[in-house]
Nanobody, 122 residues
Framework: QVQVVESGGGSVQAGGSLRLSCTAS????????MGWFRQGPGKQREFVAS???????WYLGSAKGRFTISRDNDKNMVFLQMNSLESEDTAVYYC????????????????WGQGTQVTVSS
């Protein structure tokens, strides 16, 4: 059974930083993309960032320059470093694993974590 678990969420003030971690287990995930999505209060889930097996990245426009996604294939882990956080970043953040080499759409991700809450106060 594949399991995906996020950690690192919490409450910070605007301008602060937070680092999210995600660990996948129960399979091998070195051939596909890994990514992060988020869902704010009263909003639909949206793409935040993804990274392919060779390190190529893709970001949501408002996250580019503030967020950095990275991965450790040996440990089946993916990270999201978030700097200069804004109140608009408040959401539940989800880690997702894809079997596609490149992916930034929900339909192309196969395994999902339970989510971790990020709250940014202004």
């Amino acid at each position: 059974q594949v399991q995906v678990v996020e950690s690192g969420g919490g409450s910070v003030q605007a301008g602060g930083s937070l680092r999210l971690s995600c660990t996948a287990s129960g399979g091998t995930f070195t051939s596909g993309a890994m990514g992060w999505f988020r869902q704010g209060p009263g909003k639909q889930r949206e793409f935040v960032a993804s990274i392919n097996p060779n390190g190529g990245t893709w970001y949501l426009g408002s996250a580019k320059g503030r967020f950095t996604i990275s991965r450790d294939n040996d440990k089946n882990m993916v990270f999201l470093q978030m700097n200069s956080l804004e109140s608009e970043d408040t959401a539940v953040y989800y880690c997702a694993i894809s079997q596609y080499y490149e992916a930034h759409e929900q339909r192309r991700f196969d395994y999902w974590g339970q989510g971790t809450q990020v709250t940014v106060s202004s």
